[in-house]
C-alpha cells in the first residue's frame, strides 16, 4: 500500500521532456515568434478598453468602433495564440487521469489526444470556415451596429488562421511525441 503512493506521488507534477525532431525545429520557431508578437496585442487591447471607458464616462461618448475594436482584438490574440499555447504546452488540462501516469503513458495519453481529438476537430474548423470566410467576403459584410466596423470577412479569417497555427502545433508535437515514444526508449 505504502509502495503504491510512493509510486503514484512520485509521478505528480513531473513534466515530460519531449525531444526535438525535424518538423518541430522548423514549425516551433515560427509558432514562438507569432506567440511572443500576438502577446503585444493584449496591452492594445487594454488601452482601447480604457480609452472606450474614459470616452464614456467622462465625456459621455460611447463609441461603437471602439467596442467592435475591443472584441476584434480579444478574438484575434485569442486565436493567433491558441498554437503557441499548444506547442509550449500551455493549454487547459484535465489532470485527474494525466498527473497520476508516468511520463510514457502520458506520451501514449498525448498520442491519442492529438489523434482522435485534435487533429480531427481543427480539421472540422478548417474545413467548415472557408465557405464561412468566402461567403463574408462575398457578401462584402458590415458590422449590422450603426458606426460598426466594415471587413468582417477580415475577423472571420483569424479563425481559419488561427486554427491553421494550431494545426501546426499539433503537428510539432505529434512529431516529438511519436519521436519519445519509438526513438528514444529509457
Avoid at 39 to 58: G, Q
Avoid at 127 to 142: A, D, K, R
Wanted: glycine letters at 8%; proline letters at 4%; hydrophobic letters at 50%.
Amino acid at each position: 500500500m505504502e509502495e503504491t503512493r510512493l509510486s503514484t506521488a512520485r509521478f505528480l507534477g513531473q513534466i515530460m521532456e519531449l525531444p526535438s525532431t525535424a518538423i518541430s525545429r522548423r514549425i516551433d520557431p515560427v509558432l514562438t515568434w507569432i506567440g511572443q508578437s500576438i502577446s503585444w496585442i493584449w496591452l492594445l487591447l487594454l488601452i482601447t478598453i480604457v480609452c472606450n471607458v474614459v470616452l464614456r464616462y467622462v465625456f459621455g461618448e460611447g463609441r461603437i468602433e471602439l467596442e467592435e475594436i475591443q472584441w476584434h482584438l480579444y478574438s484575434t490574440g485569442f486565436l493567433l495564440g491558441i498554437g503557441y499555447t499548444f506547442q509550449v504546452d500551455g493549454h487547459v488540462r484535465v489532470d485527474v487521469v494525466h498527473e497520476r501516469l508516468g511520463p510514457r503513458w502520458q506520451a501514449w495519453l498525448e498520442l491519442y489526444g492529438i489523434l482522435l481529438c485534435v487533429l480531427p476537430f481543427v480539421a472540422l474548423i478548417l474545413i467548415y470556415s472557408v465557405p464561412f470566410i468566402q461567403t463574408s467576403f462575398t457578401l462584402g459584410e458590415v458590422s449590422m451596429s450603426p458606426g460598426g466596423l466594415p471587413f468582417r470577412w477580415a475577423i472571420k479569417s483569424m479563425l481559419f488562421i488561427g486554427f491553421f497555427l494550431l494545426l501546426l502545433a499539433a503537428i510539432s508535437r505529434l512529431s516529438r511525441v511519436w519521436a519519445y515514444l519509438f526513438r528514444s526508449w529509457p
